[in-house]
Nanobody
């Protein structure tokens, strides 16, 4: 059974750092695209970061550029999101999503993914 397990969320003060992890298991395909999304209360789900299948570039939402870094450990089927200089607006439930790379046209589109983790809460206080 395909499974994504996130960890690393928590309650921090503005300016702090956190590292989120997403471990994928049970997938038969070796070529997965795994992306980070987030959803704040009352707001739409938005893509945070992922690696574009078409050219291998890393996508970052404008609001996190320069503060967040996406890491991909293919051997361990784990992706990480290193978050620095956290702001109250970063408060959200963070989800990772995965699917076969051949299905993904652009990695920031949430509709491409059939597999989602349970989410991990990140709360940044001012």
């Amino acid at each position: 059974e395909e499974q994504l397990v996130e960890s690393g969320g928590g309650l921090v003060q503005a300016g702090a750092s956190l590292r989120l992890s997403c471990a994928a298991s049970g997938f038969t395909s070796d070529d997965l695209t795994i992306a980070w999304f987030r959803q704040a209360p009352g707001k739409q789900r938005e893509a945070v970061s992922c690696i574009e299948p078409i050219d291998g570039s890393t996508y970052y939402a404008d609001s996190v550029k320069g503060r967040f870094t996406f890491y991909n450990d293919k051997a361990e089927r784990t992706v990480y999101l290193e978050m620095r200089s956290l702001e109250p607006d970063d408060t959200a439930v963070y989800y990772c999503a995965a699917d076969r790379t051949t299905k993904i046209t652009y990695c920031s589109g949430w509709g491409w993914y059939d597999y989602w983790g349970q989410g991990t809460q990140v709360t940044v206080s001012s």
